[in-house]
T-cell receptor, first 111, second 114 residues
């Protein structure tokens, strides 16, 4: 079983839609949960960061973590064409102190 | 800009060439990383340097050779590469030690091996 599973999509939605992006993981040692956004021809940039179960909100973005189910989500409300990018979940923890990334989900928001 | 600069942005090289990728960070971080990003695959961690010491070599073939002369600079020396090595190579930095949660990435070098 892979440490982190993420549906690569692609996912195409109309402008204004609510977007749900998800990752599952197998290692309960992961302690920190992040979402990175990567625009075409750019490096990934940190979008959201959380370390506890529950929700964390930042503007139109909400990160949700369910440690009991080993499931993390990113919700985007009122999606905009500028949100079109690849979204990568990243998990950190355990004894090796390194980030483990999902494959990334390619999102397109159509005007 | 994230404070991590990679050069060149694009590189085309033959299988017998020798080239180097360069990464520089201006964030005062102490840990630097090389990642490989291929289509349809997760980011693959290649090498980690923590306080200039190589702490991880993730079973990377010897045709990739990293060098970290100081905390601000990281190189990836390439020689006799294969076409399957074509990918986006990303450099990242973190504070260092056990505080390696937030990684700052460069724009990447798009490498094509012909």
């Amino acid at each position: 079983q892979k440490e982190v599973e993420q549906d690569p999509g692609p996912l195409s939605v109309p402008e204004g839609a609510i977007v749900s992006l998800n990752c599952t993981y197998s290692n309960s040692a992961f302690q920190y949960f992040m979402w990175y956004r990567q625009y075409s021809r750019k490096g990934p940039e940190l979008l959201m960061y959380t370390y506890s179960s529950g929700n964390k909100e930042d503007g139109r973005f909400t990160a949700q973590v369910d440690k009991s189910s080993k499931y993390i989500s990113l919700f985007i409300r009122d999606s905009q064409p500028s949100d079109s990018a690849t979204y990568l979940c990243a998990l950190f923890g355990g004894s090796n102190y390194k980030l483990t990334f999902g494959k990334g989900t390619l999102l397109t928001v159509n005007p | 800009e994230t404070g991590v600069t990679q050069t060149p942005r694009h590189l085309v090289m033959g299988m017998t060439n020798k080239k180097s990728l360069k990464c520089e960070q201006h964030l005062g971080h102490n840990a630097m990383y090389w990642y490989k990003q291929s289509a349809k695959k997760p980011l693959e961690l290649m090498f980690v340097y923590n306080f200039k010491e190589q702490t991880e070599n993730n079973s990377v073939p010897s045709r990739f050779s990293p060098e970290c002369p100081n905390s601000s600079h990281l190189f990836l020396h390439l020689h006799t590469l294969q076409p399957e090595d074509s990918a986006l190579y990303l450099c990242a930095s973190t504070i260092g030690g056990t505080q390696n949660t937030e990684a700052f990435f460069g724009q990447g070098t798009r490498l094509t091996v012909v």
